[in-house]
């Protein structure tokens, strides 16, 4: 958070442990009814705490009720994880095209469904980071003094865990973040000094393919420091630049996923990936799966429309059915520190067209990876 966010009244950081939400808006978000919710509590001790309304008491259900509600079905069989771990990078060469919300909140929306994620901050610059309530920028102890607890502070990112000589070896343990307990989403962060692993790599043998061989082995549980083995699926949040950073998050990918404005230079950038990742396949005889989001859409616009069928027409079978539209609801969540999945005032134009991209997403990785 800069003293510039400060001055705007931006809150320092937010307590995700105090959002309370709506029967509704719990029954939405697991994607399962008020009586089965009810039902659940009955049946399996789950305990949900109730608000006095007037003469009724109504249910209140925390962030770590909604993960605990997900990790219970999928205990009981009743959600399906993966039958292997599936790696995806968000990727386009632009900034502000959403792959950081897409990120954060594709995180969030798997947990929902049951699925145990990793999201990996790949950015220098943090944003998921600061998106799941961590601060990049600033130390345990200047956080304290800014009565910000200090675990809020980052400490390690994924240069700590690959080997390279450039950071101190740190465990999983040391460096990972949950930022909604244990059954969300947890997060390895990242903060600025992760810009130096580009020249650590570039110096490294075979530095194209050093997340690659990190991931093969910490999720098969043979890196003693960092077992990811238990982990369905990991999201890599990526920066638009093509430093070695990016370019060994693509080769230790099996999904891409690029969302994608309607504008000129969105498309620009499709297609200088669209040349990149036939180079890729070349190079690396393998090619990660590409799955293009359009973002920011605004309807009724005929040049968007006509850019959206040429974006179908360039990428046949691989954009989503709908697609995100522009709302303010993005930058109004941002302002209350909350991912719009978890923001109990988002419309059903923003976060009701996240969860149907979001199901495309996951049934295209069930169809390629299978479930299990
Ligand atoms: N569908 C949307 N409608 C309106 N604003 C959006 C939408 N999606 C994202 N944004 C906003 O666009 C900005 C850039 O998003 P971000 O995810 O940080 O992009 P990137 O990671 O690609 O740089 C953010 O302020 C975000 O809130
Ligand atoms: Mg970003």
Redesign the pocket.
């Known amino acids: 958070m800069t003293s510039f966010e400060k001055a705007q009244g931006i809150p320092l950081y937010t307590d995700f442990s105090t959002l309370q939400f709506a029967p509704q808006f719990a029954s939405d978000s697991v994607g399962v009814s008020q009586q089965t919710l009810k039902l659940m509590e009955r049946d399996h001790g789950l305990v949900i705490a109730r608000r006095k309304a007037g003469s009724v008491p109504v249910r209140v259900y925390s962030v770590q009720d909604l993960f605990q509600i997900a990790h219970m079905r999928r205990e009981k069989g009743l959600t399906k994880g993966l039958a292997r771990t599936a790696v995806i990078s968000t990727f386009?060469q632009k900034?502000?095209?959403?792959?950081?919300?897409?990120s954060v909140n594709l995180a969030i929306d798997f947990a929902l469904r049951g699925l145990r994620v990793l999201i990996v901050d790949n950015d220098p610059q943090g944003?998921s980071t600061s998106m799941l309530g961590y601060d990049p920028d600033l130390s345990a102890n200047e956080l304290a003094a800014l009565n910000v607890p200090g675990d809020r502070a980052v400490d390690g990112h994924l240069g700590n865990l690959l080997g390279v000589s450039m950071y101190p070896a740190k465990t999983l343990d040391e460096v990972i973040k949950k930022p909604f307990g244990e059954f969300g989403p947890h997060l390895i962060p990242a903060e600025e000094s992760l810009e130096d692993l580009d020249v650590a790599l570039r110096n490294a043998n075979g530095s194209d393919f050093r997340y690659g061989l990190f991931f093969q082995k910490a999720l098969k549980g043979e890196n003693k420091s960092a077992d990811l083995s238990g982990y369905d699926v990991i999201i890599i949040d990526n920066a638009?630049s093509t430093s070695l950073l990016t370019r060994n998050s693509m080769v230790a990918s099996d999904f891409l996923i690029c969302?994608i404005r309607m504008d000129r230079f969105s498309f620009k950038a499709l297609g200088r990936l669209s040349d990149k990742l036939e180079a890729f396949a070349k190079d690396f005889q393998r090619s990660p799966e590409i799955f293009v989001v359009p973002?920011?859409y605004i309807k009724n616009r005929p040049r968007i429309q006509s850019n959206m069928e040429k974006l179908s027409e360039t990428f046949p079978g691989k954009v989503a059915e709908v697609p995100?539209?522009?709302?303010?609801d993005?930058?109004k969540s941002?302002d209350d520190g909350v991912p719009i999945m978890l923001w109990k005032n988002a419309s059903e134009n923003?976060i009701g067209a996240m969860r149907s991209v979001f199901g495309n997403i996951l049934n295209r990785i069930r169809a390629t990876v299978g479930s299990a």
């Open positions: 386009v900034g502000g095209t959403a792959k950081t919300t897409t944003d638009p969302p973002t920011m995100l539209y522009f709302s303010e993005y930058s941002l923003s």
